[in-house]
């Protein structure tokens, strides 16, 4: 069954408690270890702003250079791409804020992106907590109009949000939606649940 969620236009009176939160709870490929994860995605008319968090005790982070595999880290992981559009945007980050960028159709068929100072661009920041570790990021419309050149703050996107970490101590997968593969494969457009532009 495919999810839903509301991305709310958020202002300077919205408190945390308002923003809609969403919960990876599905568990995929692995058992279960324990690991939990979850977030919250908003908008402030210019940005899409993203805060993603992983309770996680054994936290692996040894890639800091952009574009690394840090899906081989504890990463947290966004997927999405407006409703009607055929490719799809990949943000991955690992707790040092090493952020990994794609765009394509599908797992083969996937430019890389880079930009000069991508911490910088996007803002982000990653903090550890006294359970595991949080990230967080904003996504420029500009940057999204360059990829979907008729993007607005309005709409649906199809989407996912992924918890990962291929070579921690405790290998595991968890997503927002569930994803129908019978082998690890996050970059199934065709598993996207939906989000909901306000």
């Not at 129908?180 to 598993?191: A, I, K, L, Q």
Request: some cysteine; glycine content about 8%.
């Amino acid at each position: 069954m495919e999810k839903q969620y509301t991305i709310i236009r958020a202002g300077s009176k919205t408190r945390p408690d308002d923003i809609p939160e969403l919960t990876m709870d599905q568990v995929l490929w692995e058992p279960d270890c324990g690991i939990r994860a979850g977030g919250r995605i908003f908008h402030d008319g210019e940005n899409l702003l993203v805060l993603l968090r992983a309770k996680e005790r054994d936290i692996r982070a040894e890639y800091t250079a952009p574009m690394s595999p840090v899906h081989e880290d504890s990463c947290l992981e966004f997927f999405f791409m407006p409703a009607g559009e055929e490719k799809y945007l990949n943000f991955e980050i690992n707790p040092n804020g090493c952020l990994h960028i794609g765009f394509g159709r599908d797992r083969y068929d996937r430019e890389r992106i880079l930009l000069p100072d991508p911490a910088a661009y996007f803002r982000i920041r990653t903090s550890r907590t006294a359970d595991g570790w949080e990230a967080e990021y904003r996504i420029p419309g500009e940057f999204l109009r360059r990829f979907y050149p008729e993007f607005r703050f309005t709409g649906i996107l199809k989407a996912n949000v992924y918890k990962c970490g291929d070579k921690t101590v405790h290998p595991h997968y968890l997503a927002w939606n569930p994803v129908d593969s019978s082998v690890p494969d996050y970059h199934r457009p065709e598993s996207f649940g939906t989000m909901i532009l306000e």
